[in-house]
């Protein structure tokens, strides 16, 4: 069903981007959009990433809308059911199903230059016109199965840490994890105290430092919904906190990364006795090149005489577990695959035509490429939530995501009040915009290892080389100048 409003705007995905661009633009008086999400339910990652000890590992006060602030977190880190909850409040709330269209896939999307408008095509074929689009469709969002041989011929359970079967009945069943990154350090010590053995498989070790999570008294609940300027000071106060340790995680200085070399080693010793154990729990790589994980009880499960830390290269599947290089059959009735998300911003998520008949594929050819990470020469009117290099190696994704809405918002009030068929960035800005960015990456710590980060190449088309603050600063407005303004 087409918006009858004489200005339709579309926002794709549900998620956390999506639903925080309902509300913005709720708040900004404009209320024609309709957002399409493909699955049956709203929320996207808190949705999809259900398996034991799911959490966030950005502090809640932090990891949530800031016009949107709970003083309900039971504790520091919420669990993702939590959050989840969270978000289906607010969806409540704002009564954002009223412009929802859930099971609703964007197949296709094209631009139509004479009438300025997005013609976006659904799954079920019909047509969408839009005159703006926001799309908020998630990075890590489809997960990536590993290319183990034999993976067809296992006899047990194998499921996804992004697609957990709650119908499996993990206790007192021989369980091996492979993966031993973000998810990993969750789910691993979360169903190690139900299994009757647990094996895990590290191919690389992670730097992990200390959580210090803790559940919030009834009396600060109460206290922070008393008091509203309390909960955003703690917010306050988180942020800069993980601003100012920000360096330490992205910047390639051998002084700040032995900083967290040395906070993770404390993490390490106060969890492990065992120092062969350490030694195979140590990473060589700079602290931060991957992402840097925060457990309290990660490392300590290995500790546990019901389970075990491989480190020999996976061979193969078989019927009855994983077998590694060594030779060695290690029994399983179920497997877990940790081992993350095919990485959503290397290509487009669906064929996206823009001016001239040319194909987001196309223009990222050589790695996604976006002025902010939101807007592509080629692709008027088209506005990307958490797109390339937006991603933060140590802060609050969320923060990033407002600035873009806010100025996705200044561009449709400009297109909007003043009649304009479209704007579109100036190729040349986003060069140069581009250029900087890559420039700054030689300063960071991300190049030397593998991770999700990197593409194939070893560019980084993921995460944005600096602070937060200064990100949002430069992001926020539209500042027509750099655009092409088409009447
Ligand atoms: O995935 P990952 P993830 N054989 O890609 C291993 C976000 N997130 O789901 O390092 C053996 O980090 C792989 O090994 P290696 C967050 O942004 C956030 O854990 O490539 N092992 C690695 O150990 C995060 O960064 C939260 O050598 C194989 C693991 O699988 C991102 O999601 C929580 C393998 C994959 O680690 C992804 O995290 C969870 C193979 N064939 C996730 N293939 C928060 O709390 C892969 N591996 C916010």
Redesign the pocket.
């Known amino acids: 069903m087409q918006d009858e409003s004489d200005f339709p705007i579309a926002i794709i995905g549900a998620g956390f981007a999506g639903i925080g661009a309902a509300i913005q633009l709720l708040q900004a008086g404009i209320d024609s959009f309709t957002i399409f999400e493909r699955a049956g339910e709203v929320g996207g990652t808190w949705r999809d990433n259900t398996y034991p000890g799911a959490?966030?590992?950005?502090p809640s006060h932090v990891y949530s809308l800031s016009f949107e602030q709970n003083p309900n977190w039971s504790q520091r880190y919420a669990t993702s059911g939590e959050i989840q909850a969270y978000l289906l409040d607010v969806v409540a709330k704002w009564d954002l199903r009223a412009h929802m269209r859930l099971d609703t896939e964007i197949v296709e999307a094209r631009f139509d230059e004479d009438a300025g408008a997005w013609h976006l095509k659904t799954g079920f074929g019909d047509q969408f016109s839009a005159r703006v689009v926001i799309a908020g469709v998630g990075g890590?969002v489809d997960p990536a199965y590993?290319e183990?041989p034999g993976m067809s011929e296992f006899e047990g359970e194998m499921m996804h840490?992004a697609r957990w079967n709650h119908e499996v009945d993990l206790s007192g069943k021989q369980v091996s994890v492979?993966?031993?990154?973000?998810?990993?350090v969750?789910v691993v010590p979360a169903i190690a105290p139900i299994v009757a053995f647990l094996t895990v498989?590290q191919?690389?070790p992670a730097w992990v430092v200390a959580k210090f999570d803790a559940f919030y008294p009834k009396w600060l609940k109460k206290l922070l919904a008393r008091f509203p300027f309390l909960l955003r000071a703690s917010r306050f106060v988180k942020y800069w906190v993980s601003e100012i340790r920000g360096p330490i995680v992205f910047y390639n200085s051998k002084l700040l990364s032995l900083i967290g070399v040395l906070l993770s080693k404390w993490n390490l010793r106060r969890q492990v006795k065992d120092p062969e154990l350490r030694k195979k729990l140590t990473p060589t790589f700079q602290f931060g090149c991957?992402?840097v994980l925060v457990s309290d009880d990660y490392w300590a499960t290995f500790e546990r005489s019901d389970v075990e830390l491989v480190t020999d290269t996976?061979e193969r599947i078989e019927a009855k577990g994983v077998r590694t290089k060594d030779g060695r059959l290690h029994e399983a009735d179920a497997i877990v695959l940790?081992?993350?998300?095919k990485l959503g911003l290397v290509t487009a998520p669906f064929p996206i035509i823009g001016r001239e008949g040319k194909t987001l594929d196309d223009a990222w050819s050589g790695g996604a490429v976006a002025y902010k990470g939101m807007t592509v020469a080629g692709f008027p009117n088209w506005f990307i939530l958490m797109g390339p290099n937006t991603g933060p190696g140590h802060t609050s994704v969320l923060v990033y995501t407002e600035a873009q809405i806010a100025h996705a918002i200044e561009a449709i009030q400009r297109i909007r009040n003043e009649g304009l068929k479209y704007v579109e960035i100036r190729q040349d800005v986003q060069d140069r915009y581009n250029e900087g960015i890559q420039k700054r990456m030689k300063h960071m710590v991300w190049g030397g290892c593998?991770s999700?980060y990197l593409n194939p190449d070893g560019s980084n088309h993921s995460l944005y080389p600096g602070f937060a603050a200064e990100y949002v600063l430069r992001a926020r407005h539209f500042k027509p100048a750099e655009y092409e303004i088409v009447k």
């Open positions: 959490a966030c590992d950005v890590l590993p183990i840490t492979i993966g031993t990154g973000a998810s990993a969750q498989f191919r690389t991957k992402r996976i940790a081992t993350g998300f593998k999700w």
